[in-house]
């Protein structure tokens, strides 16, 4: 009888173990263990204004690098982060990152902003309102030097998210529509919504086929007398086209990519000497 039972035994201890290793190697706990050791990095990229090509702020993408030495997208990682429940201390770990790298920056630069992507549940409280509110004091930023971006999909219910982007404006930060065009937001909400810019998803700066319609969202941007900027600008071609159609401000590769904070913040000087030059070589009144 003792015989079989020790074989059980061994076989759940056996069966435990596995499960244990599995753990450690499920995307969730690696996720966790990322964050605990700060793996996770910052990169910023340069949103400008299209008609002086003048750099006025960064937006706050974040990377997740591998053993292999490549880098997950968080297009991969944020689903898995948002499924799992782990998107609340992700947003957290991301804003205080920014908050180190770029505060000094940011101080520096008071006319500049940095926006940081949020996801729907972390605009199901206000944890994260007075996180950014604390740090925004500690460090000496203005409110108005933080953006946030949430797309569409994360109004999940605007009778929820409305009040806490209220908040959110009342506290001085400036809220941005992300991915505008893609999502399901109907018209009446968007006017509903207090919101500050609408960011045109880079499918529709592409897509030249799709022009029609890229002109009648920068027509209702305009109409809700919300500030535009336009993502995934590869070419000068896009940028005129942008341009002539009212669009201020725009970011993508044919400005530059995502950077560290270093390389950023000397992109950042480079472009703003190379404009001041520019508008002393200009003959005065032109
Ligand atoms: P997004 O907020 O719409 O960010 C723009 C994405 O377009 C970024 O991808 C950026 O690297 C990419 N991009 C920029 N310029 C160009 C261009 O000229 N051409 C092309 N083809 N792509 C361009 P990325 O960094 O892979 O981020 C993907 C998405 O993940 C972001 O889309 C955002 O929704 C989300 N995300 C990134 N960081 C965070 C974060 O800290 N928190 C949350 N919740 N979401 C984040
Ligand atoms: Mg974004
Ligand atoms: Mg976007
Ligand atoms: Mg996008």
């Not at 173990?17 to 605990?36: C, E, F, K, N, V």
């Not at 340069?46 to 297009?75: F, M, N």
């Not at 896009?238 to 904070?261: D, N, T």
């Amino acid at each position: 009888l003792w015989m079989p039972f020790g074989i059980v035994i061994s076989l759940l201890a056996a069966a435990f173990i596995l499960r244990l290793l599995g753990r450690l190697q499920s995307p969730r706990y690696r996720l966790i263990d990322a964050l605990h050791n700060r793996d996770l990095t910052i990169n910023y990229q340069p949103v400008v204004e299209l008609k002086s090509g003048r750099v006025i702020g960064a937006e706050a993408l974040v990377r997740w690098p591998q053993p292999d030495g490549t880098w997950l997208s968080p297009d991969v990682f944020i689903p898995m982060a948002e499924q799992t429940g782990t998107i609340n201390q992700l947003s957290a770990y991301v804003i205080e990152r920014v908050f180190e790298e770029m505060s000094d920056w940011l101080r520096q630069h008071p006319d500049k902003h940095i926006a940081i992507n949020l996801a729907a549940q972390d605009l199901s409280s206000t944890v994260l309102l007075e996180r950014l509110t604390r740090l925004c004091a500690g460090a000496s930023v203005a409110t108005r030097q933080i953006v946030i971006e949430m797309t569409e999909r994360s109004v999940v219910d605007p009778d929820i998210t409305g009040p806490i982007l209220t908040r959110y404006r009342q506290a001085g930060f400036r809220v941005s529509i992300d991915d505008f065009g893609t999502g399901y937001s109907s018209l009446s909400y968007l006017q509903e919504l207090e919101v500050d810019i609408l960011k045109i998803d880079k499918s529709f700066v592409m897509a030249l086929e799709r022009k029609q319609v890229t002109s009648h969202i920068i027509e209702i941007a305009r109409t809700l007398k919300l500030e535009m900027v336009a993502e995934g600008v590869e070419s000068p071609q896009q940028e005129a086209w942008l341009c002539r159609h009212g669009v201020q401000y725009g970011q993508g590769w044919h400005y530059s990519k995502a950077l560290s904070a270093q390389a950023f913040m000397r992109w950042a000087e480079e472009n703003l000497a190379s404009r001041e030059d520019e508008t002393l070589l200009a003959p005065p009144h032109a």
